[in-house]
């Protein structure tokens, strides 16, 4: 029953993970508290491992230690560290886009006469 204490705490610490971002809206550049406490659950499978091996906590360390590669995988993959799309820089000219105004019209970028405009872009909330 102990070798499940590491992998527990692996996947503990990658589901309050997702609770927190899906439940309370927590979206932070890294997390590092849910990865310290999934590192520790690895490292506490390999301590059961060395302290007694057996069949169950060496499969416990190796699982858990899968489990933390795939978590830091996933971390480092998916969070905002992870690669980024190519946006404009400072002097660039923005790309031509249509979307549709606040009046209900269509709004075009190229039909700007070639007056400066300042664009707001925003998530509504409804």
Request: aromatic letters at 16%; proline letters at 6%; charged letters at 15%.
């Amino acid at each position: 029953m102990s070798a499940l204490v590491g992998p527990g705490l692996v996947i503990a610490g990658f589901a309050f993970y997702m609770i927190t971002n899906v439940f309370l809206g927590r979206f932070r550049r890294m997390p590092w508290e849910f990865i310290a406490v999934s590192t520790s659950g690895a490292l506490v499978a390999v301590a059961f491992a060395i302290a007694t091996p057996s069949p169950s906590t060496v499969a416990a360390a190796l699982v858990s230690g899968g489990l933390l590669a795939f978590l830091y995988w996933f971390f480092l993959s998916f969070s905002m560290y992870g690669p980024r799309e190519d946006r404009p820089r400072v002097g660039e000219v923005f790309p031509t886009f249509r979307l549709p105004a606040s009046d209900g019209s269509l709004y075009d970028s190229i039909a700007g006469d070639g007056k400066r405009r300042l664009l707001i872009f925003y998530r509504g909330s409804w």
